[in-house]
């Protein structure tokens, strides 16, 4: 089957982009949607396909030029797609390692065979008679030396009661002396012939681990080369032909190597594959089919950035050399002028932070409210006490000095600060108030993603209670409030989406729900007592959602 799909005429209308998206956060363009509609309808008529496609999986379209200028699409998994990693619909991987009779499954099979054998040695009766053997000549010698060493005792016990009979005459102390001096060299003596039958059994025994030791070292030895002569021979193309292999391309990260799976997402295939045939890309998206990874938040048909750990240093040098979006946050970011003061005394601030600016510093999104403040305020220390994220907007408390920052941030971590969110989420909710309990951890391989985790989670508590359904943008939607009792990253987004939590993601959250003009998630509501004057202040900002 063509690994390049031609549009139909119905989509002639819709405008090509101009430059190519931002991988990590973009709004999917039209064509983009048409091609994942189309994806999931191969997917639907292929019962194998769409039985693996419901148990979850990531997929990726690309939309291209050819030579002739006829526009289409690539399509592309991420990983294995029923156990296979190449169909006739999408594009072959990057690097074919699973190939039969290729050197990566050869010598993965030496690898299998050195496990197996290991298995075979560590389950042999012979080892295992010798394991047994040992074991119970330990038994035999610390139960008979214990009770050697309780006859002494109790021989010595004897010696000192006569002694203590009365004077005793010069031979029968010698007799006594004596007696004591062969109970501990009789002792010494079967300690040594203990120890010399131990020995002899754990040498025995030695010989085997040391057998397995060394096939163990092999295997590592022939894993750690196989990995690395995988990384060398992982070749990746930009748009002017230059290659790189993954060694190549991480080496200049703070990890150093590449991670396991790096090159099998969708993306990167579906870019190599245009680079290889002469296609022009033009837009890319991710999205997810099918049931969320356990803990995650994924929603099936709902779009989703490439993934950080493993994606961002590939595509930063696929995509390098063409013309691409910056993010809209990045776009969003520089608005710094649009901060309003609400509440302001020789102490502390209270801002009202637009959607699209950092509260603190950080890697991308311009200026942040800090440095903004910072730079308007050159004689007060500007401390941020809390932070909101990016994309969030509202109320943010800002501290003059090292001391009112600290006051106020151990009075968040005592839980004495108020607050209320209002959120716009997707579709409607079937209870009108309660309370959202779901630990978080960080999704490190899909930064600044964050995920469910009962085991490793922390506690995060979220109440909420619902406002209104109202219709925004033609579809019916909840208002809701919420009442952050703990303040994790990304709480009120996840606790929104997760199927564990209310299972309706916030409007516009491009990382747990889908992509629209702005995060609809705004804190509106803030009350805390003044660190120095000691009075409650309360502040509320309202949401503007247009």
């Not at 931002?22 to 194998?48: I, K, Q």
């Not at 930064?447 to 995060?460: I, L």
């Not at 987004?493 to 564990?500: K, N, P, Y």
Request: hydrophobic share 40%.
């Amino acid at each position: 089957m063509e690994k390049f799909h031609l549009f139909d005429e119905a989509v002639g209308a819709i405008a090509l982009p101009t430059r190519f998206n931002n991988p990590f956060s973009y709004t999917p363009h039209p064509l983009c949607v048409r091609a994942a509609e189309a994806v999931r309808r191969v997917v639907a008529a292929n019962s194998l396909w769409s039985d693996e496609a419901a148990r979850g999986k990531m997929f990726g379209v690309l939309v291209v030029q050819d030579a002739q200028g006829r526009c289409g699409y690539l399509a592309a998994f991420s990983g294995l797609f029923a156990g296979c990693n190449e169909y006739d619909y999408f594009v072959p991987p990057v690097f074919d390692f699973l190939a039969p009779d290729g050197y990566f499954k050869r010598e993965e099979g030496e690898i299998s065979s050195i496990n197996r054998e290991v298995a075979t040695l560590k389950s042999s009766e012979a080892y295992l008679s010798a394991v047994a053997a040992l074991e119970r000549v330990e038994r035999e010698r610390d139960e008979a030396l214990a009770a050697e060493r309780e006859a002494m005792r109790e021989g010595k016990a004897t010696r000192e009661a006569r002694r203590a009979e009365g004077a005793l005459s010069p031979d029968e102390e010698e007799r006594l002396l004596n007696e004591s001096r062969f109970a501990k060299a009789e002792y010494k003596r079967n300690v040594k012939r203990w120890d010399e039958k131990v020995a002899a059994l754990k040498a025995a025994v030695a010989g085997y681990d040391e057998r397995v030791a060394a096939m163990k070292n092999e295997r590592k030895r022939r894993s750690a080369a196989l990995q690395q002569w995988l990384f060398d021979n992982f070749v990746l193309l930009d748009s002017t032909g230059e290659r790189r292999s993954l060694s190549q391309i991480f080496a200049t990260t703070a990890q150093g190597v590449p991670p396991a799976g790096a090159g099998e997402c969708a993306a990167p295939k579906l870019l190599q594959y245009a680079f290889v045939n002469g296609l022009r890309p033009l837009a890319m998206a991710e999205f997810w089919m099918g049931a969320s990874p356990v803990g995650e938040v994924r929603r099936d048909g709902c779009f989703y950035g490439s993934c950080t750990s493993k994606c961002k240093p590939i595509l930063s040098f696929m995509l390098g050399r063409m013309d691409v979006d910056s993010s809209p946050q990045e776009a969003a970011a520089l608005c710094a002028e649009d901060i309003e003061i609400l509440y302001e005394d020789d102490f502390l601030m209270v801002v009202n932070k637009p959607s699209g600016m950092l509260s603190v510093p950080g890697i991308v999104g311009g200026v942040s409210v800090e440095e903004h403040l910072q730079n308007a305020f050159p004689a007060s220390d500007i401390r941020v006490v809390h932070r909101l994220d990016m994309a969030t907007s509202g109320l943010l408390l800002v501290a003059k000095s090292v001391d009112i920052f600290s006051a106020m941030q151990r009075e968040f971590s005592m839980r004495r600060v108020q607050k209320r969110y209002i959120a716009l989420l997707e579709g409607t909710l079937s209870s009108t108030k309660g309370e959202i309990s779901l630990p978080l951890i960080p999704d490190y391989e899909n930064r600044p993603r964050q995920m469910v985790d009962y085991s490793c989670g922390k506690e995060a508590l979220t109440r909420y209670e619902v406002i209104e359904k109202i219709v925004y943008d033609g579809r019916e939607c909840t208002k809701v409030a919420f009442y952050p009792v703990t303040g994790r990253t990304h709480q009120l987004r996840v606790h929104s989406a997760h199927a564990g939590g209310l299972n309706t993601p916030i409007i516009g959250d491009e990382l747990y729900g889908s992509p629209d003009k702005r995060l609809m998630l705004h804190a509106e509501y803030l009350k805390f007592t003044h660190p120095v004057t000691g009075e409650v202040v309360e502040l509320t900002a309202a949401a503007d959602f247009q």
